[in-house]
């Protein structure tokens, strides 16, 4: 197993990823994995774990959100890196299609971005982006005015180019071209014909809006302010989506990317639809959990990856009366293990779960080190709460509990977080 610190593929700058903990991970799981049944990755988020995993096991991961059930696929059930030779004509020809429909809709306004981000000055080019059409800016007005509004979008979807991430985010997370970028890339995607490529193109592009947006740390909570980040906006608005797209996917190309004979299964299911498989009762002998540790909601952070692999023209939400500054989709999932109130519950129903059917489990959880010092009361757990609840629901003698020191990334401030890497490791 010495190459599992090393299977590392990077997606995006996830929150709470472990891809700089497998070393521990591995050493203290390794002896209460059963090698005859398959590991779940339950919580996969960036799976990085499970993809860690994937040279020595059969893979099982699960995540609530649609993006991360994407990168799931992508890193777990791609295992012919010949079907991209197979498609990629084809990508292109639909590629450009999609882009030269846009580019005669919104041309004018291409030239004149890139003739703004040239002269740099930030006034000219906030005003510009000010002024943009977009469906929640009022100025968007297609096809002799048939177009202005996410119905008119949904009514005419069938009709029209791909064309979501211009109308509604093209002066604000993104540049205009950038969108143009997007939308072209989706709509070539879209019309490929096998799905295990399909979600390797869907992981690469999220790869490159992580680098290309106008937002902090890669995250996409909320585009930051044009006159205090001038040098930002002008640096991310030079780079191309499909450069940074092309990229990615030659990674997935590459040596270094792990494949595997092993049927892996990827779900995209609410834990509580999880307990309900058969097949994970009856085919799953360890499970590896990462739950949230704060009350920040994933589908926050990472909405606009979900809304590119939806594609559905979803309304974006309201903030009292008016429109949410991240504009985030209405449609938008809130986890109770993202929850003060439910998160303990939850978390003990998993641990039911696992002794109920004879599996192994290894949790996750991240704590500040020094709790006088540090708040602790964005975090949805107390980690004396989850290791008490523990011991009672499988046997004191059935516990180890393992830390690690370590820093998270704080989106707050420039700080890091210090804090202990708890693993708490259950035989059942």
């Not at 996750?364 to 609840?389: G, H």
Request: hydrophobic fraction near 35%; aromatic fraction near 14%; charged fraction near 25%.
């Amino acid at each position: 197993m010495e190459n599992f610190s090393n299977d590392v593929f990077t997606i995006l700058n996830y929150q709470g990823s472990k891809k700089n903990l497998l070393n521990f991970i591995y050493k203290n799981t390794i002896d209460v994995i059963d090698e005859k049944k398959a590991v779940f990755d339950i919580f996969a988020g960036s799976c990085s774990v499970g993809y860690a995993l994937k040279r020595y096991y059969r893979i099982f991961a699960n995540d609530s959100e649609v993006y991360s059930s994407v990168i799931a696929k992508a890193l777990l059930q791609y295992n012919n890196k010949l079907l991209w030779d197979t498609y990629e004509a084809q990508f292109e020809k639909f590629y450009q299609k999609n882009h030269n429909d846009l580019i005669n809709l919104f041309g004018e306004y291409v030239v004149k971005e890139k003739e703004l981000i040239q002269e740099k000055d930030v006034q000219k080019i906030k005003n510009f982006y000010d002024n943009y059409p977009t469906v929640w800016n009022g100025y968007l007005s297609l096809y002799n005015n048939t177009i202005r509004t996410t119905k008119d979008l949904k009514i005419k979807k069938d009709e029209i180019p791909y064309m979501l991430f211009t109308t509604y985010y093209a002066n604000t997370y993104f540049g205009v071209h950038q969108s143009i970028e997007i939308d072209s890339i989706r709509y070539a995607i879209e019309l490929l014909e096998d799905n295990a490529l399909q979600n390797v193109l869907l992981a690469a592009l999220f790869y490159a809006m992580k680098e290309c947006t106008f937002s902090k740390d890669g995250h996409m909570a909320q585009p930051l302010s044009i006159e205090n980040n001038k040098t930002k906006l002008f640096s991310v608005r030079q780079k191309s989506i499909l450069e940074y797209f092309q990229r990615k996917l030659s990674e997935f190309q590459s040596s270094d990317f792990v494949i595997s004979s092993h049927d892996n299964v990827v779900f995209n299911k609410p834990i509580s639809e999880i307990y309900n498989i058969d097949r994970v009762k009856q085919e799953v002998g360890f499970i590896y959990a990462d739950p949230p540790y704060t009350d920040m909601q994933y589908s926050r952070y990472y909405h606009l990856l979900n809304t590119v692999t939806l594609y559905d023209y979803d309304d974006i939400s309201l903030y009292r009366g008016k429109i949410s500054k991240g504009l985030y989709r209405e449609d938008r999932f809130q986890s109770p293990l993202s929850q003060r109130s439910t998160a303990l519950d939850q978390t003990s129903i998993l641990f039911d779960y696992c002794k109920a059917n004879r599996m192994n489990l290894a949790l996750s959880y991240a704590y500040p080190r020094d709790t006088k010092q540090q708040a602790t009361n964005r975090y949805t757990m107390n980690i004396e709460d989850i290791i008490e609840t523990a011991e009672k629901k499988f046997g004191r003698n059935k516990i180890n509990v393992f830390t690690e020191e370590y820093e998270h990334s704080n989106n707050r401030n420039k700080d890091t977080k210090k804090v202990l890497e708890y693993l708490i490791v259950c035989k059942y």
